[in-house]
Nanobody, 120 residues
Framework: QVQLVESGGGLVQAGGSLRLSCTAS????????MDWYRQTPGKQRELVAR???????NYADSLKGRFTISRDNAKNTVYLQMNSLRAADTAVYYC??????????????WGQGTQVTVSS
């Protein structure tokens, strides 16, 4: 059993910052890529940022320069630092990870989501 638990969402004024965290726990052998996605009502879930186990990152083009993804492999945790937030960033943010379990099976896991609301 593997769980991803997110934290750090909330209400912030436009121009402000938030830092999201997501920690994986359970029967984990190794974690490959970890990602953040976001979704607003009526729209498809979209990739915000991805980080590999080696630390390579990529971002949605529209978010480069404002969002930074990082991870602490020792803590099985991925972070998303969000700066200069805009009303358009309001969404539910989901953590995702590709995890190899103790039984050497690869699965894709999602967190429960955390709401980020940016007031203008």
């Amino acid at each position: 059993q593997v769980q991803l638990v997110e934290s750090g969402g909330g209400l912030v004024q436009a121009g402000g910052s938030l830092r999201l965290s997501c920690t994986a726990s359970g029967s984990i052998f190794s974690i490959n890529a970890m990602d953040w996605y976001r979704q607003t009502p009526g729209k498809q879930r979209e990739l915000v940022a991805r980080i590999t186990s080696g630390g390579s990152t990529n971002y949605a083009d529209s978010l480069k320069g404002r969002f930074t993804i990082s991870r602490d492999n020792a803590k099985n945790t991925v972070y998303l630092q969000m700066n200069s937030l805009r009303a358009a960033d309001t969404a539910v943010y989901y953590c995702h990870a590709d995890i190899k379990t103790l039984w050497q099976v690869d699965y894709s896991y999602w967190g429960q989501g955390t709401q980020v609301t940016v007031s203008s």
